[in-house]
């Protein structure tokens, strides 16, 4: 299922954050209106709406909130300044939010497993002297490098680069109307 509404603002919002437009309280604020009903980024997967998204939204919203601080509020600017790489990322992810093409990439979870971690996973932790979160660590690693090789990898979210450049042609900005 394709959702370009909310796909859209998601992507003005993740261009607004990159850009230093508006800080990453504003983000979340946006994203929890517009796009994960009443979510925080770091928590839709908990939704019931997440179970049956568009599936593209779900690991955007994780890249999205690996971006910034979310313990202050501040702008992605100065020392919180993006690298090249990060933006042309970026860049990337608005340009495949703006396609019409289905995200087939498997998920993989790739948020630091404590994160997540119930009161019996860390007591599970701490029993087994942290072996038990080494191997979920080493599990979703695994699971990763599975994943990298279903396509064209520098390419993702685009499954190839045929995708890429296909949407490339098709790209909505800096078109004469």
């Known amino acids: 299922m394709i959702d370009l509404k909310r796909r859209k ?4 919002h993740l261009g607004q954050l990159s850009t230093g437009q508006i800080s990453n309280d504003d983000f979340e604020e946006r994203i929890m209106d517009d796009v994960t009903y009443g979510w ?3 928590q839709y997967y908990r939704s019931k709406e997440s179970k049956n ?3 593209i939204i779900r690991p955007i919203l994780e ?3 690996c971006l910034y601080n979310d313990t202050y509020n501040h702008k992605l600017k100065g020392k919180h300044e993006l690298t090249e790489g990060q ?3 970026i860049a990337r992810l608005i340009l495949f939010l703006h396609s019409d093409q289905e995200y087939d990439w ?7 497993p404590i994160i997540r971690f119930s009161f019996n996973d860390l007591l599970k932790s701490i029993i087994t002297f942290g072996q038990y979160y080494r191997n979920i660590k080493m ?3 695994q699971q990763f490098e599975l994943m990298k090789k279903e396509g064209d990898f520098e390419y993702w979210p ?3 680069k045929a995708d890429y450049e296909r949407q490339l042609k098709n790209q909505p900005f800096l078109v004469e109307k």
């Open 9 to 12: 603002k998601l992507a003005l």
């Open 158 to 160: 685009f499954k190839t």
């Open 63 to 65: 890249f999205s909130w």
């Open 87 to 89: 933006i042309k990322d």
């Open 139 to 141: 599990s979703r690693e």
């Open 40 to 42: 925080l980024p770091e």
């Open 53 to 55: 998204d568009d599936k």
């Open 106 to 112: 498997n998920y993989v979870d790739m948020t630091n």
